[in-house]
């Protein structure tokens, strides 16, 4: 008994493992953890490799309608996309995205690639006609 009351005397005074959110301020997150991940839309090509290499199907890329979606609630934050990316618009952020009771789609609208122009017909370059040598004028000796 006496053990157990110098435990909790002991656990009185030490410092709180744990903290009193709201109140206390949140805690910052370390540098390399895996928070959420952030798209630029500026730099992407809507080549579709992160959506195909996605293991959650949680990234849709049309390319015809210049969209780029990602289901933050499908996302289990792998990071392979971040490392697929071949124009490195996907990084990924050590802040961790809020809690929320409805589905979270982030969409971003980019100008749609224009389709590859379409091949001309090889011309082959003229040849040249044969020139014949201007006689030579024999000068009187
Ligand atoms: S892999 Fe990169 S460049 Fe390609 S669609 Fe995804 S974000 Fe855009
Ligand atoms: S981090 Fe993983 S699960 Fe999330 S979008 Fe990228 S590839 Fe998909």
């Given at each position: 008994m006496a053990k157990m009351f110098d435990l909790v005397i002991k656990n009185f005074f030490a410092k709180k493992?744990?903290?009193?959110?709201?109140?206390a301020p949140e805690r910052v997150a370390f540098?390399?953890?895996?928070?959420r991940i952030v798209f630029d839309e500026?730099?992407?090509?809507?080549?579709s490799i992160c959506a195909r290499r996605c293991p959650a199907d949680a990234i849709t890329v049309d390319r015809a309608a210049g969209k780029w979606e990602l289901d933050a609630f499908r996302c289990?934050?792998?990071?392979e996309c971040v490392t697929a990316c071949p124009k490195k618009s996907i990084t990924m952020s050590n802040e961790r995205r809020h809690g929320s009771e409805t589905q979270v789609i982030e969409t971003f609208m980019m100008e749609p690639p224009k389709p590859p122009a379409p091949k001309q017909p090889v011309v082959k370059p003229a040849t040249t006609a044969e020139v014949t040598p201007a006689p030579i004028e024999k000068s009187n000796i």
């Open positions: 493992p744990t903290r009193l959110f709201p109140v540098p390399l953890s895996r928070g500026k730099t992407c090509i809507l080549c289990i934050i792998c990071g």
